[in-house]
T-cell receptor, first 115, second 114 residues
Framework: NAGVTQTPKFQVLKTGQSMTLQCAQD?????MSWYRQDPGMGLRLIHY???????DQGEVPNGYNVSRSTTEDFPLRLLSAAPSQTSVYFC??????????????FGPGTRLTVL | DQQVKQNSPSLSVQEGRISILNCDYT??????FLWYKKYPAEGPTFLIS?????DKNEDGRFTVFLNKSAKHLSLHIVPSQPGDSAVYFC?????????????FGPGTRLSVLP
């Protein structure tokens, strides 16, 4: 299993450009999510999905779109990049254990700089 | 306002000694807590968890303690090893909430000195 993969690892954008951060998992997990990590802020939830065709907003959704057409893929789209979106982005997938707790697996991250 | 706080941005400990990382939370609905470890240029990896029906959970060198009345948890690493040097995130959620949207603290950078 490759686990959770993210591409690209690094990206530099100019203000106003759009791009898609890719995330894929091969563990057949229903739940996937996107976080951003900023200094002193921990990881903050952007969007999440509880299954194919179902997405919802997290704590900081503005400026981002997601879709979930398959169980495996959960891309994150930046519609019009802003310097405030400079961050490290992590994708995660999780499964529900028999005791109803979740075990979450993270991808290696994408470091995005918006100039 | 941060619902999960880790008030120590960094901690240095001598190899072989105990490392104690602290975490405080404000939301009384949280009933499931986790610790993640993160190395540079990698994603966080799950370390250990505890639900609110327990006050202690052990896994090898790692023990998590939960004090619900104080809304405080701590991670003890004994003995500390240089490979434990990483950033540690505390996270919390409401159990049985499908999808369990975890709320993360800002992290504590642990340095274990040889």
């Amino acid at each position: 299993n490759a686990g959770v993969t993210q591409t690209p690892k690094f990206q530099v954008l100019k203000t106003g450009q759009s791009m898609t951060l890719q995330c894929a998992q091969d563990m057949n997990h229903e739940y996937m999510s996107w976080y951003r990590q900023d200094p002193g802020m921990g990881l903050r939830l952007i969007h999440y999905s509880v299954g194919a065709g179902i997405t919802d907003q997290g704590e900081v959704p503005n400026g981002y779109n997601v879709s979930r057409s398959t169980t495996e893929d959960f891309p994150l789209r930046l519609l019009s990049a802003a310097p405030s979106q400079t961050s490290v982005y992590f994708c995660a997938s999780s499964f529900r254990n028999s005791d109803l707790t979740d075990t979450q697996y993270f991808g290696p991250g994408t470091r995005l700089t918006v100039l | 306002d941060q619902q999960v706080k880790q008030n120590s941005p960094s901690l240095s400990v001598q190899e072989g000694r105990i490392s104690i990382l602290n975490c405080d939370y404000t939301n009384s609905m949280f009933d499931y807590f986790l610790w993640y470890k993160k190395y540079p240029a990698e994603g966080p990896t799950f370390l250990i968890s505890i639900s609110s029906i327990k006050d202690k959970n052990e896994d090898g060198r790692f023990t998590v303690f939960l004090n619900k009345s104080a809304k405080h948890l701590s991670l003890h690493i004994v003995p500390s090893q240089p490979g434990d040097s990483a950033v540690y995130f505390c996270a919390a959620s409401e159990l049985y909430n499908y999808g369990q949207n975890f709320v993360f603290g800002p992290g504590t950078r642990l340095s274990v000195l040889p």
